[in-house]
């Protein structure tokens, strides 16, 4: 009898060290072998179609979504069947989100050419060339007070003496493998499935705002990771009852790094924290402690202050601004004062095929009639978690933001809105699709789901990003990237060499980006010196108005690109959105306001490249009383 | 292995901080990430699985970066090689203090087997080399809309002495035979000679000065032509200096 104790005594050492133990380590991959083969079939479709687009050929888009579809549809599929390990998952996640940066790079493969990349690219040369924060940055005088993204390339190319282009598609891929990395965690720690934490990064992935903006070297690309992982350090840190000091070092030391990185990033995510620690306080019978969310919620709000009132005092303006334009503009379409934006316009004679806008209008369709399901699934639950009422409540702003796309000044607000709260619906849609618990309204079938997730990636790449910014191609007039070409390159780096850094110049968006970043010139516009320059192009004469105008904005040379008199511009401005009868040009500038220069007294044209010329106003301003 | 990639970074880091610069390349942001990698082995709670390991090196990497990068810049001495592996040795000597105060748990994370078929490497294989070369097919096609701009740059400019300077460069691709014309109102043509410039190439020469009694502006026009009938043509306006 005893022996037969002591063996029972010893099998139950052995199940309850087995049960405590680690999983054996042997990791199934499963199909992510084959999913690997598609993505890369995708990829090279992509690729074809970008070759295609260059040459602008009619092919160029279908076989882009082709190769959309082979990356995303597979893997889709594959996330939906119900057994399979959490790695394998979590690498079919990780897949997706990277191919979708490779189809990023692949675009600009040689250089930097989103609009925001310039930006960030002088912030970078600037502290290389002092080793000193906060110099004036004219493409963008906020930037320098969130140094955090530069400061960190910077970090990175002291170590390893690589430049400026490979650090920064290095960074950014890093970015992106912690944004896929730390959403899934975040999704299975709350929900405890994979399952849904896979769905959860497919939905996160057709928010409007990951394949154009979240991959470019830009300061909300390095904050939005870096906001998820704390967000995921304070699930863990409030998971083990505050005694993880890994994650709350962790939580803690990413709240002052994201202080110091994106101003819009800092806000939201003090507003999540806030509201987090709120209801875990209110909701006594939540299980899990609620002082780690406020101590973060603390910490957050005070390390945000400190940065903001000492050095980012520009970002409460500058946010300010944005916002209450947007929402100033939509209360008066509300009210008929204003007539909403039309969505879809055709610029320039670029046009998003009717497909396309059918996708579009149905994903937001598909996401607007579950939303009330998910949040109805999640708070269901006998005792949703904090987060789950936090998300549900984020939620609930996705179609306020979507109301802000029929105004000018909220559509980038409405966008850059998604990067967030896709987080909620992601989290909460792949609940209600995959989740364990029962539900009577949801859909069963898996090709139906599949399908509905393709249409709404879909249709968040379309509402995202119009044809001419998802493929390279020919120049078109004030397009972005597709207006970064050669000619405007080399003029900008015979500007630096010939004329030398800082000279005070009016130049059109484009040019302006370029002379401003890989120029380091100082573009003079009136959303950095509130001095409006454009208009010195768009008047028919130079009189003695626009001689102040000059005078007092220092002028030295003006940068005159005659490709503006051929093409309105495909976004809404030419110079900036100050300029007269921004967002409503139908025609192309009138060249005889381009050539007036040639004629006026005291104006040297100094550099002609064809397209681009720049002339010297130094005589006549001096001319001038 | 904690102990070892300590040592390795603090070496790495220490050279940069003697040297006054990167000693490793790109292996550098390698170095980067020791400090949280050895971060998630040592601080409780552990063992993490191997996503959450990866997650908090990486995450941990990302942040100090930002950090060391904005307190290095904040210093007198300014953000440069020096000042930041003298950080970067900061976060190695915590990541060694976590290493130092860490017992061991008593649970270990088994070492992860990854099982493949060869099916499954095959199909790693196709899919890698597809991408791969679907970039390189990406990277071609920018190369040759980068090449095939043609673009020639003429100007007129002081030099760094003050005296004028006309010069031209030539990205087209080709060669050109160049000449150029600077007009004078009420006084003869000036023909400067350039003749051949290859492509990628650059001219430079000097701008005739002016006599006293001319006070009119110059226009100088360049003239070009290449292979396959390229014809080129580029304007300048000056007010020349004037002799001594």
Known sequence: ?625 | MSAVLLVVAGVGFGGQLVAGGPVLGPLGLVLLGIPGFVISQTVRPVPLSWAEVTLVTLGTTLIGMVLVGVVAALTPRGLDAFSVAAAELVTVALAAACLVRSSPSGARRAPVRIHVRPGSILAVGIGLALAGAGYLVAMRSAQVQQDQASVVQFWAVASATGEPQLGLRNATGTGLECSIAVSRPKLPEIDLAVGSVDNGASWTGSLPLRDATDTTRWQISLSCAGADGLAVQRRVFVDPVAAS
């Open chain 1, 1 to 625: 009898m005893v022996g037969t104790l002591l063996a029972r005594r010893a099998r139950g050492i052995r199940t309850f060290a087995h049960a405590h133990q680690p999983p054996s380590g042997t990791a199934r991959v499963g199909v992510i072998p084959m999913i690997l083969a598609w993505t890369g079939a995708g990829l090279f479709l992509i690729a074809i179609a970008d070759d295609q687009g260059r040459q602008d050929t009619v092919l160029a888009l279908p076989l882009f979504w082709l190769g959309i579809l082979c990356m995303v549809g597979p893997t889709t599929w594959r996330l939906l069947e119900p057994a399979h390990s959490r790695g394998e998952r979590l690498g079919l996640a990780l897949i997706l989100g990277l191919a979708l940066y490779v189809v990023k790079l692949m675009v600009s493969p040689l250089a930097l050419t989103l609009p925001d990349e310039f930006t960030h690219q002088r912030t970078l040369q600037d502290i290389l060339t002092t080793g000193h924060l906060f110099a004036d940055n004219p493409l963008l005088r906020i930037s320098p007070e969130f140094p955090g993204l530069e400061a960190a390339t910077a970090v990175a190319g002291m170590s390893s003496g690589l430049g400026s282009f490979p650090l920064a598609i290095v960074l950014i891929g890093v970015a992106r493998v912690v944004t896929m990395l730390s959403l899934f965690l975040v999704v299975s720690t709350v929900t405890g499935s994979g399952r849904v934490a896979g769905i959860a990064s497919v939905v996160y992935a057709a928010n409007a705002s990951f394949l154009p903006f979240d991959v470019a070297f830009s300061y909300e690309s390095l904050a939005l990771p870096l906001a998820f992982v704390v967000v995921w350090a304070l699930l863990r840190w409030q998971g083990h009852r505050g005694r993880s000091g890994l994650h709350a070092g962790i939580a803690l030391t990413g709240i002052a790094a994201i202080a110091v990185t994106h101003h819009l990033t800092t806000l939201v995510l003090v507003v999540l924290l806030a509201t987090w620690a709120v209801v875990a306080l209110v909701r006594r019978r939540d299980p899990l402690p609620a002082w780690p969310i406020v101590v973060a919620a603390l910490w957050a709000a005070a390390a945000s202050a400190v940065w903001l009132l000492s050095v980012g005092s520009l970002a409460l303006t500058y946010l300010n601004t944005i916002v209450t334009a947007g929402v100033a503009e939509l209360l008066a379409v509300l009210t008929g004062a204003a007539a909403p934006k039309r969505l879809f316009v055709p610029r320039g004679g670029l046009q998003a095929p009717l497909p396309e806008i059918i996708v579009a209008y149905s994903a937001v369709l598909l996401l607007l009639f579950a939303l009330p399901f998910m949040i109805r699934y999640a708070i269901r639950h006998r005792r949703p978690a904090s987060f789950v009422v936090v998300m549900c409540l984020a939620a609930l702003l996705y179609p306020g933001s979507l109301a802000l796309r029929f105004t000018t000044a909220g559509s980038e607000t409405s966008q850059r809105a998604s990067e967030f709260l896709f987080l909620a619906l992601g989290l909460l849609g792949a609940d209600w699709l995959v989740g364990s618990r029962s539900s009577r309204v949801r859909l069963r079938s898996r090709r139906l789901i599949s399908a509905c997730l393709l249409i709404v990636f879909a249709g968040g790449l379309i509402v995202g990003d119009p044809p001419q910014g998802r493929l390279p191609g020919p120049y078109h007039v004030a397009a972005e990237q597709r207006s970064i070409e050669p000619e405007g390159v080399d003029t900008a780096r015979w500007v630096l060499a010939m004329l030398g850094p800082n000279n005070r110049l009016i130049a059109d968006r484009t040019n302006a980006k370029l002379l401003g970043s890989i120029g380091e010139q100082d573009p003079v516009t009136s959303a950095n010196e509130h001095i409006g320059t454009a208009f010195i192009v768009f008047s028919s004469r130079i009189g003695p108005d626009e001689l102040a105008l000059l005078q007092r904005a220092q002028i030295r040379y003006i940068v005159v690109d005659f490709r503006l008199a051929h093409d309105p511009p495909i976004y809404s401005y030419y110079f900036e959105s100050a300029e007269p009868n921004a967002g409503n040009h139908t025609t192309p500038l009138p060249l005889a306001s381009l050539k007036k220069f040639d004629v006026l007294p005291g104006v040297a044209r100094i550099y002609d490249s064809g397209d681009i010329v720049i002339y010297d106003i130094r005589g006549l301003v001096n001319s001038v009383p």
